[in-house]
């Protein structure tokens, strides 16, 4: 007898066996699966020589890419982007364009007929930019083909996506994207102060520790995304901040709020944006630009800082790109940085507390003089009124003093006596 007859379906979504191992693909199908449809390899960020760069095969320097196309017979301008079926993570510092650089992939899937999940970890989705991304033409499909997924904590998102029912995801999905997942990482799991109240069997606590848990917990979400992409052949692209940390050779430098190496080997690929200046030649000025690099690509790490860079703007329409004299020298792209300088080679002059009194050492002849009664000054500007009473028992009280003193000298007797 079947086991689903004996204890039914399983409604809670504990038990998902097609997503209990990656599935068994034959050399012959995955060859030509790909001859087959290339539209659905890559999902393109509108960004034509940065799309080439990630399009590059497995084995591909992603640092020149350019000249290795078409030696291996890539023509140039031949497509690519975020490839499908893997996880890609898009970090950077607050206000670079993470999300916009979401909403593009979010616009490119649903012009090209596919289907988009948006899980919101901190930020909430910008419909009306994701709206002006795709354009008019394409309303329908945003409104058809999107789907909106708010989660408020850690647990949430681990119930949505490593766990998910096969209502969540909806058939014809390409694309999954996650934003800010650093956030609920960080605040379900805080990175502690002092390690020592975080150590094993601290206070009676036998269980593991907290950076421990936290671990476990990213190791069991980047595994349970890596089948989900590989099952559904989505793309998911996670969104994720960035944190600052000092090293001894570099100083304060950035890097992804999520920096752990388990996770670091489940991501396929990562991108970094960051803000650079460079000088415009014609005009002579410095001017402001935000660029992408390649970190990693098709599991490879690259051996210089960044692979490929690529420098683009953000119009209300998408991402355009960006020309600028590419052999201008970058601090952000130096892999060996500068040595830090001595305070005499700065030309910074510092004043000399010595020489100079800022005036305080001023002699008192030159302070003006103090007004005749110091304390109580109020009474120079204010008067006290006296009303006619009082007015007429002080005459009445001098009057009298007047009379007794007119009487002592008619007796002839002195003050000063008794």
């Given at each position: 007898?079947?086991?689903?007859?004996i204890h039914g379906h399983d409604i809670?979504?504990?038990?998902?066996?097609?997503?209990?191992?990656?599935?068994?693909?034959?050399?012959?199908?995955?060859?030509?699966?790909?001859?087959?449809?290339?539209?659905?390899?890559?999902?393109?960020?509108?960004?034509?020589?940065?799309?080439?760069?990630?399009?590059?095969?497995?084995?591909?320097?992603?640092?020149?890419?350019?000249?290795?196309?078409?030696?291996?017979?890539?023509?140039?301008?031949?497509?690519?982007?975020?490839?499908?079926?893997?996880?890609?993570?898009?970090?950077?510092?607050?206000?670079?364009?993470?999300?916009?650089?979401?909403?593009?992939?979010?616009?490119?899937?649903?012009?090209?007929?596919?289907?988009?999940?948006?899980?919101?970890?901190?930020?909430?989705?910008?419909?009306?930019?994701?709206?002006?991304?795709?354009?008019?033409?394409?309303?329908?499909?945003?409104?058809?083909?999107?789907?909106?997924?708010?989660?408020?904590?850690?647990?949430?998102?681990?119930?949505?996506?490593?766990?998910?029912?096969?209502?969540?995801?909806?058939a014809g999905t390409n694309l999954i994207?996650?934003?800010?997942?650093?956030?609920?990482?960080?605040?379900?799991?805080?990175?502690?102060?002092?390690?020592?109240?975080?150590?094993?069997?601290?206070?009676?606590?036998?269980?593991?520790?907290?950076?421990?848990?936290?671990?476990?917990?990213?190791?069991?979400?980047?595994?349970?995304?890596?089948?989900?992409?590989?099952?559904?052949?989505?793309?998911?692209?996670?969104?994720?901040?960035?944190?600052?940390?000092?090293?001894?050779?570099?100083?304060?430098?950035?890097?992804?709020?999520?920096?752990?190496?388990?996770?670091?080997?489940?991501?396929?690929?990562?991108?970094?944006?960051?803000?650079?200046?460079?000088?415009?030649?014609?005009?002579?000025?410095?001017?402001?630009?935000?660029?992408?690099?390649?970190?990693?690509?098709?599991?490879?790490?690259?051996?210089?800082?960044?692979?490929?860079?690529?420098?683009?703007?953000?119009?209300?329409?998408?991402?355009?790109?960006?020309?600028?004299?590419?052999?201008?020298?970058?601090?952000?792209?130096?892999?060996?940085?500068?040595?830090?300088?001595?305070?005499?080679?700065?030309?910074?002059?510092?004043?000399?507390?010595?020489?100079?009194?800022?005036?305080?050492?001023?002699?008192?002849?030159?302070?003006?003089?103090?007004?005749?009664?110091?304390?109580?000054?109020?009474?120079?500007?204010?008067?006290?009124?006296?009303?006619?009473?009082?007015?007429?028992?002080?005459?009445?009280?001098?009057?009298?003093?007047?009379?007794?003193?007119?009487?002592?000298?008619?007796?002839?007797?002195?003050?000063?006596?008794?």
């Amino acid at each position: 007898m079947d086991y689903h007859a004996i204890h039914g379906h399983d409604i809670s979504s504990f038990d998902l066996p097609s997503t209990h191992r990656l599935p068994t693909v034959s050399a012959a199908e995955a060859l030509e699966e790909l001859d087959g449809d290339d539209k659905l390899q890559y999902i393109p960020t509108r960004l034509a020589a940065f799309d080439e760069a990630l399009g590059a095969a497995p084995g591909i320097d992603s640092g020149n890419v350019g000249a290795d196309l078409p030696r291996l017979g890539i023509p140039r301008g031949g497509g690519g982007g975020i490839q499908m079926g893997q996880v890609t993570e898009i970090w950077g510092p607050p206000g670079v364009g993470k999300t916009s650089f979401g909403l593009q992939l979010a616009a490119s899937c649903l012009q090209g007929d596919g289907g988009v999940v948006w899980v919101d970890g901190f930020h909430r989705l910008p419909v009306e930019r994701l709206r002006s991304f795709v354009g008019s033409a394409h309303e329908e499909a945003l409104n058809q083909r999107l789907v909106h997924y708010a989660c408020p904590s850690l647990a949430h998102f681990i119930a949505l996506l490593c766990r998910p029912v096969s209502a969540c995801i909806p058939a014809g999905t390409n694309l999954i994207v996650v934003d800010s997942l650093s956030a609920l990482v960080n605040h379900a799991f805080p990175k502690t102060v002092d390690p020592r109240t975080d150590a094993k069997g601290k206070g009676g606590n036998k269980g593991p520790s907290k950076s421990a848990t936290r671990l476990q917990v990213l190791q069991y979400i980047v595994g349970a995304l890596q089948k989900l992409a590989a099952t559904r052949n989505v793309a998911i692209v996670i969104l994720t901040q960035c944190a600052t940390k000092m090293q001894a050779d570099r100083g304060a430098t950035l890097i992804p709020a999520i920096n752990a190496s388990i996770w670091e080997q489940g991501i396929s690929t990562r991108l970094v944006l960051f803000h650079d200046w460079v000088d415009d030649g014609e005009d002579c000025r410095t001017r402001h630009l935000r660029f992408v690099g390649i970190q990693k690509l098709h599991g490879k790490t690259s051996t210089e800082v960044l692979g490929d860079v690529c420098a683009f703007d953000i119009r209300p329409s998408g991402l355009v790109s960006v020309e600028y004299d590419n052999t201008q020298t970058s601090a952000a792209l130096l892999s060996t940085p500068a040595p830090k300088r001595k305070l005499a080679d700065t030309n910074f002059e510092i004043a000399d507390s010595e020489d100079e009194d800022y005036g305080w050492q001023i002699d008192d002849e030159d302070l003006p003089p103090n007004p005749s009664q110091w304390q109580g000054s109020e009474d120079l500007l204010l008067h006290p009124h006296q009303s006619d009473d009082d007015a007429q028992d002080e005459n009445d009280v001098g009057d009298s003093d007047a009379a007794v003193v007119g009487e002592r000298h008619e007796r002839g007797e002195s003050g000063d006596e008794s």
